[in-house]
């Protein structure tokens, strides 16, 4: 672990370096990286990263106090953070008895769910011990992957006590904002795992940070989706949180990112090459992937094929068991095709809180023209593969031809 702290305080000074300064050593055979860092210095400490949504100068400030002050500090964790990291995951399953038939009401006691969950009385609160607690595993992204619909599956189980998406209290990851981030945790009983869903993480250079806060045998979930549907399905999302006019062209910026009426005008330079932008960035997995693995060990990961998952959601559930030494809880028959939209839907009885997902999950996607899923998958195609060499990963999509 300590090498690891090490390799990351090296990772975050090469980073801060290339940020920085210019970045002409950078040596990779990703070209999009390349065009990155070859941004004028002017642009960068100036105007918005493009790919990031961030302010250049945010993100040195940010990185170089945290990085130096957290992630390089000499003290050990317990006497760094002020608190505790809490129980680990294999501590907590310890203690459950999934022989006891009623295994499943004893475990997930924090909160009743008649049509809707809400928490017990307080005083049961206390008695039962339940808890905010520290998250001991996260779905960090990728952001249109399929997160939401992930972590509300998670929650199903009755070990797992997720907290939806949840922003980060703060640009800093220090004690207080830690201890501002628990208190938004739902409660958990002693034989239950926290968790949380934040998107965000996969790509954000607070993840550097963090390490020094978690508990050292953290799980992270990552969904992977085709990226060239994420970035469709990114627009989507921006334009309909934008304040863009929906009956003539437009061209808005929206948080920093620029978006024009079509898929096509927003992602092409005029020039007809792909715009390395926020949409087209977060699709190359292997970049951010390489980040964390810099930090965690490869084993702490579990990296699930989006598109599977959204065809079929049961044996992620199930792999998803298995990852964290779950007792056995879902069932094929928990998972139910809606007829309107084509997304599965839960159908818990013990978790009538809980149905389908919102309609903003699941928009239809435009018809994109062949010569831009062309020149996507093209600009995709060295990073895909590379999540096939390196990590393994045998996605459906990594394969896919439009
Ligand atoms: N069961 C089910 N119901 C609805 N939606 C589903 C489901 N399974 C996967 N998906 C896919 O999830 C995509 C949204 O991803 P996220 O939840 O990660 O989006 S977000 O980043 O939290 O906004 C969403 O993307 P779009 O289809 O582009 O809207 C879906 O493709």
Known sequence: MRCKVVMACLSVSIAITLVTFGGGMISTNYPALLRIYRQPQSERTQGPNPALGLKWNEITEVERKDAARQTCSPH?????????TGDS??????????????????????YTYDGKQ?????RLLEKRQCQKRLPVAIVIGV?????????????????????????????????????????????????QLTMTESPGFFHSHLT???????????????????????AISEYLHYVAHSNAPKDRPFDVIYKNVRIQETFEKTILEPGGDIVVSKFTWLGLYIIHIQKLLNLYERDQFMFIDGDAFAKDPYPTMSKVEEFLGL??????SHFVKSKTKGFFCA?????????????????????????????????????????RDQLGLNFSWIYKKK
């Not at 999934?98 to 475990?107: A, G, L, Y």
């Not at 809400?118 to 307080?122: F, K, L, N, Q, V």
């Not at 007792?327 to 094929?332: A, D, G, L, S, V």
């Open 347 to 387: 159908q818990v009885p013990e978790r009538p809180d809980f149905g389908c997902m919102i309609p903003s999950k699941g928009r239809p996607h435009p018809n994109v023209s062949e010569d831009v899923l062309r020149k996507l998958q093209d600009f995709y195609r060295p990073y895909n593969k590379a999540l």
């Open 89 to 110: 995951i294999e501590t907590i399953l310890g203690r459950i008895n999934s022989t006891d038939p009623n295994w499943t009401k004893k475990v997930d006691n924090c």
């Open 327 to 332: 007792p056995k809880f879902y069932k094929r």
């Open 143 to 191: 952001k249109k992957g399929g997160t939401g619909t992930l972590s509300r599956f998670l929650g199903l189980h009755p070990v797992i006590s997720i907290t939806r998406e949840m922003p980060f209290p703060g640009k800093q990851v220090n004690a207080s904002s830690i201890t501002k981030w628990i208190q938004l945790m739902r409660f958990s009983s002693p034989f």
């Open 118 to 122: 809400s928490p017990i009385p307080e």
């Open 208 to 230: 550097l940070v963090f390490q020094s806060f978690l508990s050292s045998s953290v799980k992270f979930f990552v969904i992977l989706r085709d990226p060239v549907d994420r």
């Open 76 to 84: 050990s964790q317990s006497e760094h953070n002020g608190f505790k």
